[in-house]
Nanobody
């Protein structure tokens, strides 16, 4: 059973940067597609960024120029570098994994972490 644990969230000011990490245990990341989603209170879980098993990257709207996803299969880690954060980025950020090709829909993912809170406020 694959287990995921996110880390790196926190309270930052507008314009700051954060780097989130997601650690896998129980099974290797290798061969899986991985994504980051985020959810604010009262809103749906939105796609943020994804990375295929071959390393191709994908981004949601408004994130491509500010966020960077990467993976280190040797360490069973995936990262999300977030720059130029603004209050609209405030949300719980989740790491998700699926056994298959990359997908944008949260319903396509098989494993989820518990999330890490990111709050952007002055």
């Amino acid at each position: 059973q694959l287990q995921l644990a996110e880390a790196g969230g926190g309270l930052v000011q507008p314009g700051d940067s954060l780097k989130l990490s997601c650690a896998a245990s129980g099974r290797t990341f290798r061969g899986y597609s991985i994504a980051w989603f985020r959810q604010s209170p009262g809103k749906e879980r939105d796609f943020v960024s994804g990375i295929s098993f071959s390393g191709n990257t994908f981004y949601g709207d408004f994130m491509k120029d500010r966020f960077t996803i990467s993976r280190d299969d040797a360490k069973n880690m995936v990262y999300l570098q977030m720059n130029s954060l603004n209050p609209e980025d405030t949300a719980v950020y989740y790491c998700a994994v699926r056994d298959g090709v990359w997908a944008r829909s949260a319903s396509q993912y098989d494993y989820w972490g518990r999330g890490t809170q990111v709050t952007v406020s002055s």
